[in-house]
């Protein structure tokens, strides 16, 4: 297998809640011409993937659908990767990271050739991503069309985000670029939902986060550490920290 191929088959395509079958099939076709092969679909009503409409519309990239894996959330389909980037073209409460479908080629295709995974997520026809499922992104990824209509057919935007992740392979993107170098692999999408659920509990156990009233702490949080895009030793170094936090909380208590 060539290096370019190795490359793409590590970055997936997720589809948050497809509802129509020729979407998911047209989506197919739209990865299978850019060389992408691994589509997971998130709680799809039935099985749009196995519908007629979506076989048809799939023409000769039957194959990418046939291999699509269901999954029943987004943390079940993001298992594994360690850049995610959520495909959105609304603007959301509080500012993300935000790269045009060109700058992040580049970036996805750097981490799958660092032997990272990648995946760029998709959100429904009717109502897009939702801001927790963005959340869960390291950068949003916005294809920047007419303001007045910018809102692409899912698979119209797939096909253009497949098409600037070929670009990027092609171009040889190779490596992980330096302000990422580090010796150990990066934390991937479970290892940091589990860095942000122990932050939540230990932010509360020490009375700093009031769970009546959260604001946008927890979102704020997640974008500073989505930012640094921290490896696996760091997300263990900072649970480490919390967990004394939370003990010296406890301890704290028991004197008083
Ligand atoms: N009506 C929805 C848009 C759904 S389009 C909304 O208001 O959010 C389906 C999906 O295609 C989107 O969730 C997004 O993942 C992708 N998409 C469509 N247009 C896009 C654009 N201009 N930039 C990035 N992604 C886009």
New binding site residues.
């Given amino acids: 297998m060539s290096q370019e191929q190795a490359q793409l088959d590590r970055i997936r395509v997720v589809l948050v809640q497809p509802s129509h079958p020729g979407n998911v099939g047209a989506a197919a076709r739209a990865m299978k011409t850019m060389g992408l092969s691994h589509l997971v679909l998130v709680a799809p009503e039935g099985a749009p993937h196995r519908a007629p409409e979506a076989v048809a519309r799939a023409s000769g990239a039957g194959d990418v659908l046939a291999a699509a894996r269901v999954t029943a959330t987004l943390e079940e389909a993001l298992a594994g990767v360690s850049l995610a980037a959520?495909?959105?073209?609304?603007r959301r409460t509080i500012p993300w990271p935000t790269l045009t479908?060109r700058e992040a080629g580049p970036r996805l295709a750097a981490h799958a050739a660092g032997g990272g995974e990648a995946a760029v997520?998709?959100?429904?026809?009717?109502?897009?991503?939702t801001n927790a499922e963005l959340e869960r992104c390291h950068l949003l990824?916005?294809?920047?069309?007419n303001p007045e209509y910018?809102?692409?057919?899912?698979a119209?935007?797939v096909q253009v985000?497949a098409y600037e992740l070929r670009l990027a392979v092609l171009a040889g993107e190779g490596g992980l670029p330096p302000a990422e170098a580090t010796d150990q692999p990066p934390a991937t999408a479970e290892e940091l939902e589990g860095l942000y659920a122990h932050l939540e509990r230990a932010l509360v156990a020490l009375d700093f986060l009031d769970p009546d009233n959260p604001r946008q702490l927890m979102r704020r949080l997640r974008r500073l550490f989505n930012r640094a895009h921290p490896d696996r030793m760091e997300v263990n170094i900072l649970r480490g920290i919390l967990g004394a936090a939370e003990a010296a909380a406890r301890r704290g208590r028991g004197n008083s």
């Fill in positions: 959520g495909a959105s073209a609304r479908a997520v998709f959100g429904r026809e009717t109502s897009g991503l990824l916005a294809i920047p069309a910018s809102s692409l057919n899912l119209a935007a985000v």
